[in-house]
């Protein structure tokens, strides 16, 4: 089984412009998929970001499962950092606007006791491929001036984005790290959209997909796919190869397997969440 991997050229360079932006901005919004948040963690941004005020931005959230993504937003408040999770297709992102703002309110409050009363406030926008930071962008500028699509890799160059009076708003392209540590990161990766579709195994990611529904919801396979109790006791290759059958696809596995992994991302078998709170939590 090859090794999920995707650091391209332009990403290693965008990783040495956010080194050199963050000194730039009064607070970093890292955007995470909410349906696997630590997964889409990328760890070098993590250790860029060090003492700067931050938001982790749980985007996606319609797609998550929701007592899960509460658990996690309650999970990083309970380790002093800050956080939100958001719909950032749809819906009034003034909650975001209003996190800001109390994330800076002692800073905000020691400029205004030095007379700063109309300083803007400067905002980086962080994470991975596809994880949703041009739509959320859009939103809250209420226009369309970063490029939006359901794929990774769009936008490729960093820009300065104004969002209304007091906010101006640092769009950066997705940057992933050059090796995963855990393969089954890249599966999850793979799975939600964040790693181009041609650098993986179809089958790989359709195994995984099936194992993970299995385990937290066989319902969901079941009625997507008209399974019986008996046919989810099969070898995951075996259920593999029979839902290709009944998907009329009779022994191409391999079309069969884009065909659930895209079901997956469109929700077709409802809201999922890959990453589970820890226990300790």
Same mark, same amino acid.
């Given at each position: 089984?090859?090794?999920?991997q995707?650091f391209p050229?332009?990403m290693?360079?965008?990783l ?9 901005v ?10 696997l948040?630590?997964s ?5 941004l ?5 003492n700067?005020?931050?938001i ?11 007592q899960?993504?509460h ?9 002093k950092q800050p956080?939100?999770a958001?719909?950032?297709?749809k819906?009034d992102?003034?909650?975001l ?9 002692d800073?905000?409050?020691t400029?205004?006791?030095?007379g700063?009363?109309?300083?803007r406030i400067k905002a ?7 994880v ?5 962008l859009n939103?809250l500028?209420?226009r369309?001036?970063a490029?939006?699509?359901? #794929?990774?890799g769009?936008?490729?160059?960093q820009?300065?984005l104004k969002a209304? /009076?007091? @906010? &101006? =708003?640092?769009d950066?392209?997705?940057i992933?790290?050059p ?9 999850k ?5 964040a790693?181009?579709d041609?650098l ?5 990611v ?6 993970h529904?299995?385990?937290?919801a ?5 009625e #997507?796919?008209?399974l019986e109790?008996q046919?989810?006791e099969?070898?995951?290759? /075996?259920? @593999? &190869? =029979?839902?290709?059958?009944k998907i009329g696809?009779?022994d191409?596995y391999?079309?069969a397997s884009?065909r ?8 077709k ?5 890959l990453?589970q709170?820890p226990?300790d939590?």
């Amino acid at each position: 089984m090859a090794v999920i991997q995707w650091f391209p050229g332009h990403m290693a360079k965008a990783l040495r412009q956010v080194k050199e932006n963050v000194k730039q901005v009064d607070i970093v919004l890292e955007l995470v998929d909410a349906r696997l948040p630590e997964s889409s963690r990328n760890p070098q941004l993590v250790e860029i970001l060090q003492n700067k005020p931050s938001i982790m931005v749980l985007t996606k959230a319609d797609l998550a499962d929701s007592q899960i993504t509460h658990r996690w937003v309650n999970y990083y408040e309970g380790k002093k950092q800050p956080a939100i999770a958001v719909n950032s297709q749809k819906g009034d992102l003034h909650t975001l606007e209003q996190k800001i703002y109390t994330v800076l309110k002692d800073k905000l409050e020691t400029q205004r006791k030095r007379g700063i009363v109309h300083k803007r406030i400067k905002a980086m926008c962080i994470g991975i491929p596809n994880v949703g930071k041009s739509t959320l962008l859009n939103q809250l500028l209420k226009r369309r001036a970063a490029q939006v699509g359901n #794929r990774p890799g769009i936008t490729k160059a960093q820009q300065w984005l104004k969002a209304g /009076e007091n @906010l &101006l =708003l640092l769009d950066t392209p997705g940057i992933l790290w050059p090796k995963f540590e855990d393969p089954l990161v890249g599966k999850k990766l793979a799975l939600t959209g964040a790693i181009k579709d041609t650098l993986y195994a179809k089958d790989d990611v359709a195994l995984y997909m099936l194992e993970h529904f299995i385990t937290d919801a066989p319902k969901k396979l079941q009625e #997507r796919y008209k399974l019986e109790n008996q046919d989810l006791e099969e070898s995951l290759p /075996e259920l @593999l &190869l =029979l839902i290709t059958q009944k998907i009329g696809m009779r022994d191409d596995y391999d079309r069969a397997s884009e065909r659930m992994i895209l079901d997956c991302r469109r929700g077709k078998l409802g809201r999922y969440t890959l990453d589970q709170v820890p226990q300790d939590s």
